[in-house]
């Protein structure tokens, strides 16, 4: 069973940085694209950053030069560096991967999300 399981969210001051990680385990054949999306209170989910296997990359306007998303296919995680972070980055963030399963074939898998919340 494939499993995304994000971590590093918390609590910070506006201006600060924390280093989101999103972990892939479980009957793993490969991992194309992924990225990470949030979701604030009364809002929809919205993208914030997309990674490709070749590593190319994505990102919303509003987090461009501050955030860096990341990966190491070897390992099959993913990471998000939030820098010069605002309290309009308060959101559960979510971890995305479109992946081929062993036994269920290709398929859109999310993680259970993480909280950030940044303080002004």
């Known amino acids: 069973q494939v499993q995304l399981v994000e971590s590093g969210g918390g609590l910070v001051q506006a201006g600060g940085s924390l280093r989101l990680s999103c972990a892939a385990s479980?009957?793993?054949?490969?991992?194309?694209?992924m990225g990470w999306y949030r979701q604030a209170p009364g809002k929809q989910r919205e993208l914030v950053a997309t990674?490709?296997?070749?590593?190319?990359?994505n990102y919303a306007s509003s987090v461009k030069g501050r955030f860096t998303i990341s990966r190491d296919n070897a390992k099959n995680m993913m990471y998000l560096q939030m820098n010069s972070l605002k309290p309009e980055d308060t959101a559960v963030y979510y971890c995305?991967?479109?992946?081929?399963?062993?036994?269920?074939?290709?398929?859109?898998?999310w993680g259970q999300g993480t909280q950030v919340t940044v303080s002004s």
């Open positions: 995305n991967a479109d992946l081929v399963d062993l036994r269920k074939g290709r398929g859109d898998y």
């Open positions: 479980g009957s793993i054949f490969s991992i194309n694209a």
């Open positions: 990674i490709t296997s070749g590593r190319s990359t």
